[in-house]
């Protein structure tokens, strides 16, 4: 049986560059249709900012909600970012050096993409389960945009618009103060091959080039991931609805990964949620992958949302549908 966790406390950090739609030329600074519609602004990584500057940054806003010597009791650190600042070494170590920390573990996940927030939940709960760690944090960071699609020449395909760069953390902790009832997670190896790496070149993407490289989709693959996408998220979250013991209709706040605007409205109706109800920052971040849902649990707290004794309740799916994964988390009043 695992060990009942709870959310603790959720802070983000965001580059300081602001990127207009008319930074990305004509094709960007109109709205896309399907997958590539953008959002009105979004934020990319400055040069020489890395993803431990932002990961530092907003757990120091933590530290400063939680109060204590955070450092000395992280347990667990686990990472998601997008395009590392190093390959082969990930962030976790060079994060735990600069908080001052020694955590138990230290583990870099590169897949799950945008629904890793909740497959990182679900290692911690495994690892605080089977060992004496009782505090973890979760690091999403997204550092695509500015690092890949900034470039002069990909900055004008029309997949650029949508990606935007942010870091949310999240602290969990051994008890119930905010528990997190279930966890879904699933793959679907189907589909791990239809998100490509491109060149304009042809060459493969680790290869020197003059050119920079790109997520690429044909029209085929987009159309299968609009379907899988709009299928796979509404799934996800009955199945961990339904192992919870609650039904859909109880969801007080409903958190999902957020491609675009037109993937967020589906899952909704799908869903039967109000868009009051469905928190996103879409429209002023993009697309963060990884880092949206506790980017939006930030925002949800802020707005008063997450009342006490209801559900809030996260779903998504990552890349071309390969993982979908879901949670449910209970917020109980104040005693």
Same mark, same amino acid.
């Given at each position: 049986?695992?060990?009942?966790?709870?959310?603790?406390?959720?802070?983000?950090?965001?580059?300081?560059?602001?990127?207009?739609?008319?930074?990305?030329?004509?094709?960007?600074?109109?709205?896309?249709?399907?997958?590539?519609?953008?959002?009105?602004?979004?934020?990319?990584?400055? =040069?020489?900012?890395?993803?431990?500057?932002?990961?530092?940054?907003?757990?120091?806003?933590?530290?400063?909600?939680?109060?204590?010597? !955070?450092?000395?009791?992280?347990?667990?650190? !686990?990472?998601?970012?997008?395009?590392?600042?190093?390959?082969?070494?990930?962030?976790?170590?060079?994060?735990?050096?600069?908080?001052?920390?020694? =955590?138990?573990?230290?583990?870099?996940?590169?897949?799950?993409?945008?629904?890793?927030?909740?497959?990182?939940?679900?290692?911690?709960?495994?690892?605080?389960?089977?060992?004496?760690?009782?505090?973890?944090?979760?690091?999403? $960071?997204?550092?695509?945009?500015?690092?890949?699609?900034?470039?002069?020449?990909?900055?004008?395909?029309?997949?650029?618009?949508?990606?935007? /760069?942010?870091?949310?953390?999240?602290?969990?902790? $051994?008890?119930?103060?905010?528990?997190?009832? %279930?966890?879904?997670?699933?793959?679907?190896?189907?589909?791990?091959?239809?998100?490509?790496?491109?060149?304009?070149?042809?060459?493969?993407?680790? !290869?020197?080039?003059?050119?920079?490289?790109?997520?690429?989709?044909?029209?085929?693959?987009?159309?299968?991931?609009?379907?899988?996408?709009?299928?796979?998220?509404?799934?996800?979250? %009955?199945?961990?609805?339904?192992?919870?013991?609650?039904?859909? /209709?109880?969801?007080?706040?409903?958190?999902?990964?957020?491609?675009?605007?037109?993937? !967020?409205?589906?899952?909704?109706?799908?869903?039967?949620?109000?868009?009051?109800? %469905?928190?996103?920052?879409?429209?002023?971040?993009?697309?963060?992958?990884?880092?949206?849902?506790?980017?939006?649990?930030?925002?949800?707290?802020?707005?008063?949302?997450?009342?006490?004794?209801?559900?809030? $309740?996260?779903?998504?799916?990552? %890349?071309?549908?390969?993982?979908?994964?879901?949670?449910?988390?209970?917020?109980?009043?104040?005693?």
């Amino acid at each position: 049986m695992m060990i009942g966790i709870s959310l603790k406390a959720v802070a983000t950090a965001f580059p300081e560059t602001v990127q207009p739609n008319d930074f990305f030329g004509m094709e960007g600074s109109r709205p896309q249709g399907g997958m590539f519609r953008g959002s009105e602004y979004r934020h990319h990584m400055d =040069p020489g900012q890395s993803a431990v500057d932002l990961i530092c940054e907003a757990t120091q806003k933590i530290q400063e909600q939680v109060g204590g010597d !955070l450092a000395s009791e992280i347990d667990i650190i !686990l990472t998601n970012v997008s395009l590392p600042d190093l390959p082969f070494t990930g962030c976790g170590a060079e994060v735990a050096k600069e908080l001052g920390a020694k =955590p138990m573990w230290v583990y870099d996940l590169h897949s799950q993409g945008c629904v890793s927030f909740i497959s990182m939940m679900s290692l911690a709960q495994s690892l605080m389960t089977t060992s004496s760690a009782r505090k973890a944090l979760i690091c999403n $960071v997204q550092t695509t945009a500015g690092r890949i699609f900034s470039d002069e020449q990909i900055r004008k395909l029309p997949q650029s618009a949508v990606p935007g /760069d942010g870091c949310g953390v999240a602290l969990l902790e $051994v008890g119930d103060e905010r528990p997190v009832e %279930h966890i879904v997670t699933q793959c679907f190896s189907e589909n791990a091959s239809d998100m490509e790496i491109a060149t304009q070149d042809g060459r493969d993407w680790w !290869l020197p080039g003059k050119t920079q490289f790109f997520v690429n989709f044909s029209r085929e693959k987009v159309a299968a991931v609009v379907a899988r996408g709009n299928r796979l998220v509404p799934e996800v979250v %009955h199945q961990a609805c339904t192992e919870a013991g609650i039904g859909t /209709d109880q969801i007080g706040t409903l958190i999902t990964n957020q491609p675009n605007q037109i993937f !967020l409205r589906n899952w909704r109706e799908a869903l039967q949620v109000s868009e009051s109800q %469905h928190v996103d920052t879409f429209s002023e971040h993009g697309n963060l992958f990884g880092a949206g849902m506790p980017v939006c649990i930030e925002r949800a707290e802020q707005e008063g949302k997450l009342k006490g004794d209801s559900y809030l $309740v996260l779903g998504g799916f990552s %890349h071309a549908g390969d993982y979908a994964a879901a949670a449910i988390i209970r917020c109980k009043a104040a005693a």
